[in-house]
């Protein structure tokens, strides 16, 4: 389904889950989770906040394998530590960074089709790739993790925007004009009376 908010997530293996938030559960070696959101067509994003744990993060259309890696993931976020991120498209390296606890990361589907991704807010910059990717909607979003140290890996705070990109203008509404009002409405007021009995606006022969 399309919509925005937090992400609802599905197909859970050995995470825990807390709201929009997800974490190992240590019950297994691999975890994995997917939204249930998808990105059906046009613009949209997924974004998470990072908790400083070793996890692969990004989005897909396709079938991911639960094995705690991002190589099977279209456009995703690695993270092997607290301090540094990766940028990995289909396994294929795009870039890195620096990274620490409480940032805010989002993959984007732009609305000229192109994949961006931000962290703050910011967009990151000097990517290998230079051209627009080919898409394969729709895609979701996708956290892996494995126990490794230990259990916890994970991400909070994920949120989404899918559909088509932003709220559509309203169509303002008409405002109809009044119909002005007889000039001087209201009763009669007699003058030039001449052999006439006045009572209120009523007159009678005297």
């Not at 859970?12 to 997917?34: D, F």
């Not at 692969?56 to 456009?75: H, K, M, Q, R, W």
């Not at 405002?175 to 009523?202: H, Y």
Request: proline fraction near 8%; charged fraction near 10%.
């Amino acid at each position: 389904p399309s919509g925005s908010g937090d992400v609802i997530w599905q197909n859970v293996a050995s995470m825990t889950i807390s709201g929009n938030s997800v974490e190992h559960s240590g019950a297994n070696y691999y975890a994995m989770a997917r939204s249930q959101q998808e990105i059906s067509s046009g613009s949209g994003y997924f974004e998470f906040t990072f908790d400083g744990e070793p996890a692969a993060v990004g989005i897909t259309s396709g079938s991911p394998a639960n094995d705690g890696n991002g190589d099977d993931l279209e456009f995703s976020f690695g993270f092997g530590g607290p301090t540094a991120f990766g940028i990995g498209e289909s396994g294929v390296y795009q870039g890195d960074g620096l990274a620490q606890v409480g940032d805010v990361f989002r993959i984007e589907i732009t609305s000229t089709g192109n994949v961006i991704y931000k962290k703050n807010g910011i967009q990151i910059q000097n990517l290998v790739r230079t051209t627009n990717p080919t898409l394969n909607y729709p895609y979701f979003l996708v956290v892996k993790a494995q126990n490794e140290p230990a259990p916890g890996d994970g991400i909070s705070n994920a949120k989404t925007s899918t559909g088509g990109g932003g709220t559509p203008t309203p169509t303002p509404t008409a405002t109809p004009t009044p119909t002005p009002p007889p000039s001087g409405s209201g009763d009669v007021i007699w003058q030039n009376v001449a052999s006439m009995t006045i009572s209120g606006n009523s007159v009678e022969h005297s």
